[in-house]
Nanobody
């Protein structure tokens, strides 16, 4: 069974940085594209970015600023989301999800999900 575990969230001041990690276990990691989503209080879950399993092609939501970068280390079965110059509007629970169908921007394409990690940007 595929399992995803996020880490790296926390409280950060505006302008700060965080790197979220998503470690995947239970199957061949490189077979899976991995996406990041976030859900702010009272809002729907939204796509942030995704990265292909092989080749490392990336895909970002139009609304995602250049402050966010997705990457992966197949040797560590881990996908990262580097977030720089964080703003209060970035406050949300961040989820990673995995799929074998390739990079996708909708949650319905991802059958496997982590439990989420809270990111709070506040002074």
């Amino acid at each position: 069974q595929v399992r995803l575990v996020e880490s790296g969230g926390g409280l950060v001041q505006p302008g700060g940085s965080l790197r979220l990690s998503c470690t995947v276990s239970g199957d061949t990691f490189s077979n899976y594209a991995v996406g990041w989503f976030h859900q702010a209080p009272g809002k729907e879950r939204e796509f942030v970015a995704a990265i292909a399993g092989r080749g490392g092609g990336t895909y970002y939501a139009d609304s995602v600023p250049g402050r966010f970068t997705i990457s992966r280390d197949n040797a560590k079965n881990t996908v990262y989301l580097q977030m720089n110059n964080l703003k209060p509007d970035d406050t949300a629970v961040y989820y990673c999800a995995a799929t074998t169908v390739g990079v996708a921007g909708t949650s319905e394409k991802y059958p496997y999900w982590g439990q989420g990690t809270q990111v709070t940007v506040s002074s």
